[in-house]
Every structure is written in C-alpha cells, then in structure tokens.
C-alpha cells in the first residue's frame, strides 16, 4: 500500500498540474487545518458539531432505517479562462449534469458497481438515502439552469485564490445550496470540501476540471480519475465523513474516521488493489468511496457513514431537508388543502357550501386535469352536490383550484355521513400527494341512538417503514431500542420466531449488546386524548425473563413524569440447557387508557431493564391507541 502522494512536475505557465495516473490528492483535511490556525474557534465548532452527531446516533437508532431520502439542490460554478463553452477549462454542460447523475447513484448505491463490493462488506455496504438535483431557482428567486461559468483570467488557480478570492464571490446561500465548483486546480490536487461548521463564504466543495464526469460518460481528460468518483468523495467530506483510515500516520487500534463498521485501516490505498488486502490485522475496504483508491476501485459507503451523514442533515445542515421543494425543479405535487372538514347538515336556505381547495407544489410545464372520484357514505345528488368531477392546473401557474360541496338538508334522521373525494391524474407532470378529502356531515335532525360510540386511531406504528415517530432513551449509554426483523435482531443466546412476525418490529437485545440496560426506554410520541370518552393500548410483544430482567409498559401526561401500567409476562418458548432463549410474539392484554382520557400530550414508554445482568431482550410491534367518542 502507497501511503504518500506524489506529484509529476511538469511545465504549465509555472503552475502543478495533476498527472491523471498519479495516487488521489485529496486538500480537505489540509483547508481543514489552515482554518483551525486562522481560527482556533473553527476546531471548537466542529468538535460541538460531531459531539452533536455522536449524540443523535446513539440515541436516534432510526437515523439509518427508512427516513426519507433528503434531495440537497446543487449549482456549479465553473471557473475558467475565457475559453468557449465546452472547451478547455470551461467544461460542456454534459460533464457536469453527468457528475451529478453519478452523485445520484453513488448515494443511492445504485451505481453500476455496487455488486463489486466483497461478500465479508456486503452488510455494512448501504443506501445513504441523499439525492441531488440541478437548482432551478437562484438565491434571488430568478430562474437559473444550476450552471454557473465565471472567467477568472487563469489557466491554473491554487488553493488560496480558489478559497480566498473565488468562493466568496461566487458562493450562494449555503443553507439552501450544495456550492460545487469546478476548476484546473494546480498544486497536484484533485479536489477539497469544507467539513460542517466553517465559514458560510467558503462552504461546498471543489473539483478538478478533468474529474468532473460519470461511470457511463467519463471524462475524456481524467485518466483514472474520470468516473466523477472525486465528486462523490469529496461531499462526503461535505456531509461529514473523514478520510477511512482516518489520518493518523498510518497508526493502528483506533478509530480515526469514527465510523464503527469501516475497519481500522493504517494508511491510505491508491491505484486499484485487488480484494483482499490488510494492514491492521483485519481486511481493508480500500473500495470505500472515502479512500484513494483510482475512480474504478471505490464503490460504496456503509451503514455506519450513513449514520454520520444523517447526524449533519438533521443537524448542522438540516435546512437543507426542505430546500430542493423551492431550489430544484422537482415534479409538481398536488394535494387538498386541508384535507378534511366537519359540516352540519341544516343551513340558511336548507343548503350549505363547503369549497374543497387544491394547491399545487410547483408550476407545471402542461397542463395537468386531476379527475375527482366519489366515496363515503353519503349520497352525491341526495345529501350533497359536488360542482365538478375534475378541475385543470393551467401550465406555468401555481394557482389554487377548487370544487364546491353543497350540503343539503333531507330531514331524515340518520347517522352522521361522509363525502370522500379521491384525486388522480395521469399526467407525467404532476404527483398527488394527499390525495384524498373527507368531509364529515353531521345529522341535525335527531338523536340516533348509538350505544359504544365511534372508535378512532390516535396513534399506531408498525414500524415496518420507520420509527412511527418513536424516541429511545438509555441514561446507562450503550445501544438500546432499534429496528429489526427476526433474522437482523436475533443473537446467539436471544433467538425471535420468525413463524410469529415476519416484519419489521423494534427490538432490544442485551445478549448481542453486552450493555447496562437498566433503564432502556422507547419513548412514543405525543397523543391527544381530548375529546374522547374512553382509550385503549394495544400492541404485540416478545420477551424474555430468564434473568430476573422485567419489560414494562409506563405512562406520562406531561412527557416527564411516567407511571408504570402493565408488567409484561415472558413470551419464552424454548430454553434449552446452552442458555438459548427463543421467544414468540404475542397480543397483549389491552390496557384501559381511560384514566388519561382528557389529556393533550399523552405518551407511552417500553421499558425492558436487564436488572444489572447480561441478559436477554426483547420487541414490541403494532402499537395502537384507540379512542371512543361518546355514544
């Protein structure tokens, strides 16, 4: 393994140039350090930064499973010297939109190589769920193509002039953009990123001109480094990630990039190495997109860069979240606004108009018909009248649209009824997002006797997507609550039948964590319980309770203060004489929430506590809370 850079020296106008087959040059932990020493508070800003981090992932175990992919707008500025577009320094357009096609697939780990990672790397290999798309509209609001070209009178910049003359001219609002500038960079650098918390002028990233390409579409002057693979490195380096082997001198026994399923790596690996290859007693993952390997050797993240990377977009770069729904041209959505309403049935006149409002996310480039399709229990022509099937989005308008429900008076005694409308198109340039609208219609013209009155669900998870918005909490430290299936959460010794839940459920387990789990809460989030006459919690659990160790369900109406409400029995099927414990799912009892009734933030907690031992754990799954209104 090569662990030093060298550079080729060669005349051009008295400047470095890279040789396209020397080692990767990578200046980020480089401008990293010159920060620190221009400014010491730089270090303490970015060690405030990942101690945020560390505390998000470990008490956060969703950050990695089934969020919601995050779409982070991007412009290019292009740095040349007066050349022709597609010529020389100022790079075809095609380079750069091909660039952010393979930061796509990089990220999604879709791209075409991904099947090239080795079986013992395969589980740690992971989607990191960020997406990238071209900006469309400017800080200023004005409509842009996302490609910026700036003519700095030079065929080569250095570091200095790109971070201290460049950047801070051209850079657009960090908050909302991810900055990417492209330039022939001298000094035998292929490209740097400035990690989370530095200076809003110089924030994004930088690229060598001849690496700006993709996997299908190389560029034609990037040699080894053509794929857009220095793309990829460098956000993230933007997002986070440290070098893999962490910078340290080529040392061993720590964990340098602070990534716990990317091994401990001596120093770095250039060229394309073949699998497998070690330094540290273990194998290396040189393919890791953070090493420095030639662009047709990196091919993955992991699991545990994931985390990272998740850490700073709900963190430090959170505002970015949202950004691409004003910045990006992204496919119109449309929705109702709201999507529900309540209405008596008796008016003035015995008719009462309810407008039904549709909005729309962005202006569509034709114009998209939403057809609206009839349900419920009410009767369209009786109890109400709807004006019209299906309303138009002009193109280029963002206008709202809407229909008109009138509600009739028909002097019958009934129960109340519902008018639910159902939105669709086929147009390719528009989606629905909350497509549906219910309009509650209640009886005026007489008590209809109901004896259990109406149930409703508060709240329910079954976490076969996400977290259902639920928290943990272990004040012991150590892994606590996460999400698994019965092949991902079950250990040696804590075995969970598959034949009782084939899904995804939450789980702890002290067998495989090895941990003080005292006090290991999953937290719910807030309900409301007013309104309601009564309230119930359901939910399937398995547990184990060899050990003295107890799974307890508790209460709180105030988010602090919790009471305990139900003992979990063991749900153990087998315990063989190796200490194995296999345990079932099964139905709880229900438990009466109706002394909580009443209360606006109501919340439950699952409390599994080991009782000091290394024991065994358990899961919950289908959490419901019901509640009856009134009969």
């Known amino acids: 393994m090569n662990g030093r850079i060298t550079f080729i020296l060669f005349a051009l106008i008295g400047l470095f140039a890279i040789d396209v087959n020397a080692q990767r040059s990578c200046h980020t932990m480089d401008v ?115 490609i910026m070209r700036y003519d700095y009178g030079s065929n080569s910049y250095t570091s200095n002039t790109i971070d201290n003359t460049v950047k801070p001219a051209t850079v657009w609002d960090r908050d909302s953009y991810l900055n990417f500038w492209v330039a022939n960079i001298g000094g035998g650098l292929l490209g740097w990123a400035q990690f989370p918390g530095g200076a809003a002028s110089t924030d994004g990233v930088v690229c060598l001109t001849s690496s700006v390409g993709s996997v299908a579409v190389p560029n034609p002057n990037g040699g080894v480094y053509a794929l857009g693979r220095t793309g990829t490195h460098e956000v993230g380096h933007w997002l986070g990630l440290y070098h893999i082997w962490g910078d340290d001198g080529g040392a061993c026994g720590n964990a340098g990039d602070q990534v716990a399923d990317t091994p401990d790596q001596g120093d770095s690996y250039g060229g394309n190495p073949v699998h497998p290859q070690s330094s540290c007693g273990s194998n290396d993952m040189f393919m890791n997109y953070m090493d420095y390997c030639y662009d047709q050797s990196l091919y993955m993240f992991t699991t545990g860069q994931k985390a990272r990377v998740s850490a700073v977009l709900t963190g430090s770069r959170s505002s970015l979240q949202t950004a691409a729904a004003a910045k990006c041209n992204v496919t119109p959505t449309v929705s109702f606004a709201p999507d529900a309403a309540t209405d008596m049935e008796l008016s003035s ?17 034709s114009n998209v018909v939403v057809n609206l399709a009839l349900g419920g229990t009410a009767t369209n022509g009786e109890d109400y009248n709807l004006s019209a099937t299906s309303v138009t989005f002009p193109a280029g308008s963002t206008a709202n649209q809407t229909v008109t429900i009138t509600v009739t008076e028909d002097a019958m005694d009934e129960m109340d009824e519902t008018v639910v409308i159902t939105a669709t198109t086929g147009s390719a340039d528009a989606q629905i997002g909350s497509g549906t609208y219910t309009l509650t219609i209640n009886d005026d013209d007489g008590p209809v006797m109901v004896g259990a009155g109406t149930s409703t669900t508060v709240l329910s998870a079954d976490f076969e997507v996400d977290g259902g918005g639920f928290t943990v909490n272990n004040p012991n430290g150590g892994d606590t609550w996460g999400l698994g299936t019965a092949a991902t959460a079950t250990s040696t010794y804590l075995i969970f039948d598959a034949a009782t839940n084939g899904g995804t459920f939450a789980y702890t387990n002290d067998d495989a964590n090895n941990t003080n789990q005292t006090d290991s809460g999953l937290f719910s989030p807030d309900f409301d319980l007013t309104g309601y006459s009564s309230a119930s919690l359901d939910f399937d659990y398995a547990f184990s309770g060899n050990l003295g160790e107890s799974m307890t369900v508790w209460v709180s109406t105030d988010g602090t203060n919790y009471t305990q409400i139900e003992n979990m029995a063991s749900t153990e099927t087998n315990f063989s004489t190796s200490s194995e414990s296999t345990v079932a799912f099964v139905a ?44």
């Open 349 to 365: 006149c015995n008719t009462h108009d309810i407008t039904v409002t549709l909005g729309i996310t962005a202006a569509p480039p």
């Open 588 to 631: 709880a009892s229900t438990i009466d929430l109706t002394p909580y009734v009443g209360n606006a933030t109501v919340s439950i907690q699952f409390n599994y506590n080991d009782a000091g031992a290394w024991a065994y754990g358990g899961g919950v799954d289908n959490v419901v809370v019901t509640g009856t209104t009134p009969g």
């Open 32 to 146: 990293y350090n010159q920060q620190v020493q221009n400014d010491p508070q730089r270090a303490t800003r970015w060690q405030q930064i990942q101690a945020e981090m560390e505390n998000a992932i470990e008490t956060n175990p969703f950050l990695t499973e089934g969020r919601a992919v995050i779409t982070i707008p991007v412009v290019f500025h292009v740095i040349h010297n007066g050349e022709a577009v597609g010529s020389g320094n100022n790079i075809a357009d095609l380079y750069l939109l091909e660039q952010l096609n393979q930061l796509n697939l990089d990220f999604r780990a879709l791209n075409s190589d991904f099947g090239n990672v080795p079986a013992e790397f395969q589980g740690a290999a992971d989607d990191l769920e960020v997406e990238f798309c071209l900006a469309s509209v400017d800080p200023s609001g004005a409509a842009t193509t996302g």
